[in-house]
């Protein structure tokens, strides 16, 4: 029975230690942290009378109570839906934009990449373009023409190349960026 005895006690008397070390720790880890107070240095306010008349103390009390009263209301007016996927609102504004810019010519039906340059005309008249279809039709272009079905513009005539610009909407559908695109005539080898 000794045996028995020895081997409850000591697992015991483990425990008891472990638990006084934790809790003498728990103590002087409290009683190191020292509580400071500030104490009001004297100022003039204290020691002298107010000089304001009482009817401006009333005044600033009925102002400081009304800021007190005052409620907060959310306005969701002009802000982006936190719960709403940025994708489907993309996709909601790409809708509305082809619901307004409806075409007007048969290039502003077609994307872009669907258009091939064939020739360049450079002159002091002006400068003009060929651009031709997947259909093989041949379309002839100066600056400022419409093409392409995001909006596009031709802004540029070079002596090898055409370059196209839109103007995609940002994330919100606030912002117009605009992409130059540039169509290069292909090269005869």
Not at 96 to 121: G, R
């Amino acid at each position: 029975m000794c045996k028995k005895r020895r081997n409850s006690i000591i697992p015991l008397s483990i425990l008891g230690i472990v638990t006084i070390a934790a809790f003498l720790a728990i103590t002087d880890a409290q009683a190191s942290k020292k509580a400071t107070f500030k104490i009001p240095k004297e100022s003039k306010e204290i020691t002298e009378p107010a000089k304001k008349p009482i009817e401006e103390e009333v005044q600033a009390d009925k102002v400081g109570a009304e800021a007190e009263r005052e409620e907060y209301s959310y306005d969701p007016a002009d802000k982006v839906d936190p719960f709403k996927s940025f994708i489907v609102v993309r996709r909601e504004l790409e809708e509305k934009e082809k619901e307004k810019a409806k075409p007007k010519t048969y290039l502003e039906t077609l994307d872009v990449s669907q258009l091939t340059l064939s020739a360049i005309v450079l002159s002091k008249k002006g400068d003009w373009a060929l651009f031709r279809d997947s259909k093989g039709d041949g379309h002839v272009i100066k600056v400022g023409t419409p093409v392409g079905n995001k909006g596009g513009q031709v802004i540029k005539i070079l002596d090898k190349e055409v370059v196209v610009r839109e103007y995609y909407l940002d994330i919100r559908g606030r912002e117009r960026i605009p992409k130059d695109i540039s169509i290069k005539l292909p090269s005869i080898d």
